[in-house]
């Protein structure tokens, strides 16, 4: 079970949606409170239900969700748009639906999430550990034992700045150069036939929506049946759950005159099912 924990919260770690949304269930199960997430535009979009009004009261509950995803420190999501009701039957499309009628909602509010303070965490790293004791030396004892302990305390002073100093390096490299999580490489498409890309596509951002969605989705769909079929554990539930989400995202996305999208249309719902379905197994995996 502890094991499966630290999964959990390495992915919420690393951005993944479905492990966040299975660590503030677990934090907000005492209030009947239950949460939904939808990662889309670099913000990551929550809805909370409760039956009744008082756990959702704004304040309080906006405060502690804060304090459990700056816990989290997920990469690359700062922006979250928290959203609030009355608990009613499950919407796939619950996002679209919020978005077309927001008088539905109690409240609806914007966060911005601190970044974790990493020298903190390192002097807090440097303290934790203990060091194992060193062997006897087998050389002849010396009388003189202050110039050793002086040269021994000189070194875990050096050692100790060394490491704030190479923790400070790793905060700017994390910060400034590791990329996004969501930039995910997929496998070639045998099904759908791929969209000629002209000149103007290729220069536009990485983080941008495909040129094809449809494709796209496909793709992360085989992948994640695939990974369906030999999955064991919780965290490896939640990935598959993030993929079947991301997929149903990219569906909903493709466009009208897109000769497939119909198809695209039906499988929203589908995928949306298998993500959902996807998050039950880790569920049962965690309480196993």
């Not at 060394?162 to 923790?167: A, N, P, T």
């Not at 996305?253 to 719902?269: F, G, K, L, M, T």
Request: charged residues 20%; glycine residues 2%.
């Amino acid at each position: 079970m502890h094991d499966s924990m630290d999964d959990i919260a390495k992915q919420a770690h690393q951005g993944s949606v479905a492990a966040i949304i299975q660590i503030l269930n677990q934090k907000l199960a005492d209030g009947r409170v239950r949460t939904r997430a939808v990662f889309a535009d670099g913000v990551l979009h929550l809805l909370c239900e409760a039956p009744i009004v008082e756990p959702l009261e704004c304040s309080v509950l906006v405060n502690h969700i804060q304090k459990i995803l700056e816990d989290i420190a997920p990469r690359n999501i700062r922006r979250v748009n928290i959203n609030s009701r009355i608990v009613q039957e499950q919407q796939l499309l619950w996002l679209e639906e919020i978005s077309r009628n927001p008088d539905h909602l109690l409240w609806s509010q914007e966060i911005i999430l601190s970044k974790p303070n990493l020298l903190q965490q390192g002097i807090k790293a440097l303290k934790s550990p203990k060091a194992e004791p060193r062997k006897k030396s087998q050389l002849p004892k010396v009388s003189s034992r202050k110039p050793k302990e002086n040269h021994h305390v000189r070194r875990s002073f050096v050692g100790g700045m060394s490491l704030i100093v190479l923790l400070l390096v790793g905060w700017f490299v994390y910060d400034r150069l590791i990329p996004s999580p969501y930039a995910s490489t997929t496998p070639q498409e045998p099904t759908p036939p791929p969209t000629p890309v002209s000149p103007s596509t290729t220069a536009t951002s990485t983080t941008a929506t495909p040129s094809d969605p449809f494709t796209e989705a496909v793709r992360l769909a085989i992948e994640a049946d695939a990974e369906g079929k030999t999955a064991n554990t919780a965290a490896q539930w939640l990935d598959i759950a993030a993929r079947w989400e991301k997929a149903s995202t990219l569906m909903n996305s493709v466009n009208p005159d897109h000769p497939r999208y119909e198809i695209a249309q039906d499988r929203v719902i589908l995928y949306r099912q298998n993500s959902q379905l996807a998050q039950q197994q880790a569920q049962q995996r965690q309480s196993e």
